[in-house]
């Protein structure tokens, strides 16, 4: 039986990328990654181990009853980010796609109009929005990265950085019928955190939030406030979590079940009792995907939801 949630989508799309590397584009503003990563093992090896990383995730996926449609990026037009498409791409209940404004060049190239056709013939798509031309105005947002959103709620929240231009995200928040919740964030040495992903994920009965990433109290007061509101259990992470990657999770409705979508270095920093909130509703499924988080992201950050009916039956 199939458990699908609105908050928790059955499929999911993903690139694999045969040209992997951390981009030098993104290192100034992204404390996650690792720009000397390539060192004395060479590119090649680095991309290999990438490509093996994605490929075993998406058949962990896909043996607990997730459909996931799996895109190669053999690398011609340099898009060392493509593994992470949900920056570029969103889907929505009701048959609504958006695609983003990308703040580094060579992320722009990662927007494929083949995904974008696939889903089209696979799941029932009305319209596609296309905020891409904001990228000449100089205004960012990259997708559910820069936003997590409550589709439940219909709340999208926000750390405000240069890839979650307010501007973006209020012409986002008007057409998908959200309400923005902005907030400043600084990590231990007051950088701000790139991507709201990283610190926040919701789920359909709890959040994982670094809330003590929130500068202002009574903002943090607030979203904390906004959470409990929802009924779901928040479940606080440690900044230490956070840079390991603990925030950077998705739900996702299987053949028995939700599961959480998260990485093993995530899995291992999280406390026997934060794994047994989660488990009270989802099962915990850990990837390896060590490589890729050399590029400052994780599991999350790998994977573009599907919100859309399927054409099948």
């Known amino acids: 039986?199939?458990?699908?949630?609105?908050?928790?989508?059955?499929?999911?799309?993903?690139?694999?990328?045969?040209?992997f590397h951390p981009n030098p584009e993104t290192a100034t503003d992204n404390a996650f990654q690792h720009t000397d990563a390539t060192g004395t093992n060479g590119a090649h090896t680095l991309s290999a181990a990438a490509c093996d990383e994605?490929?075993?995730?998406?058949?962990?996926?896909?043996?607990?009853?997730?459909?996931?449609?799996?895109?190669?990026?053999?690398?011609?037009?340099?898009?060392?980010?493509?593994?992470?498409?949900?920056?570029?791409?969103?889907?929505?209940?009701?048959?609504?796609?958006?695609?983003y404004p990308m703040a580094s060049p060579n992320r722009r190239r990662e927007r494929r109009v083949d995904?974008?056709?696939?889903?089209?013939?696979?799941?029932?798509?009305?319209?596609?929005?296309?905020?891409?031309?904001?990228?000449?105005?100089?205004?960012?947002?990259?997708?559910?990265?820069?936003?997590v959103l409550d589709h439940v709620s219909?709340?999208?929240y926000a750390a405000r950085s240069r890839r979650a231009d307010p501007i973006a995200l209020e012409r986002f928040c008007t057409n998908f019928n959200f309400e923005p919740v902005c907030f400043d964030t600084a990590d231990a040495q007051g950088r701000p955190i790139y991507?709201?992903?990283?610190?926040?994920?919701?789920?359909?009965?709890?959040?994982?939030?670094?809330?003590d990433l929130i500068v202002d109290d009574v903002r943090r007061d607030e979203v904390r406030r906004r959470l409990n509101e929802?009924?779901?259990t928040v479940i606080a992470l440690s900044p230490s979590?956070?840079?390991?990657?603990?925030?950077?999770?998705?739900?996702?409705?299987?053949?028995?079940?939700r599961v959480l979508a998260l990485s093993q270095r995530a899995f291992d920093c999280l406390t026997p009792?934060?794994?047994?909130?989660?488990?009270?509703?989802?099962?915990?499924?850990?990837?390896g995907v060590p490589t890729i988080e050399l590029a400052g992201g994780s599991v999350r950050c790998m994977l573009a939801g599907v919100h859309l009916s399927s054409r099948r039956g």
Do not use: C
């Not at 490929?55 to 190669?72: M, N, P, Q």
């Not at 991507?195 to 809330?211: D, K, R, W």
């Open 115 to 147: 995904v974008i056709d696939m889903l089209k013939s696979e799941y029932r798509v009305q319209d596609v929005i296309d905020y891409s031309g904001l990228e000449y105005d100089g205004l960012f947002l990259e997708g559910t990265g820069a936003m």
């Open 230 to 232: 929802t009924g779901r």
């Open 195 to 211: 991507h709201t992903n990283v610190m926040m994920s919701i789920a359909t009965e709890f959040v994982l939030i670094g809330l």
């Open 54 to 99: 994605v490929s075993a995730a998406a058949k962990a996926l896909t043996d607990v009853g997730i459909r996931v449609h799996v895109f190669d990026d053999f690398g011609e037009q340099d898009t060392p980010d493509s593994v992470f498409p949900n920056n570029w791409l969103s889907t929505h209940p009701g048959g609504h796609v958006g695609l």
């Open 154 to 156: 219909r709340v999208a």
């Open 273 to 287: 009792h934060q794994r047994r909130l989660i488990e009270r509703t989802a099962q915990l499924l850990p990837l």
């Open 1 to 19: 039986m199939n458990l699908v949630s609105i908050q928790a989508p059955g499929a999911v799309v993903m690139i694999r990328p045969h040209r």
């Open 241 to 257: 979590q956070i840079a390991n990657f603990a925030g950077n999770a998705l739900e996702l409705s299987g053949r028995d079940g």
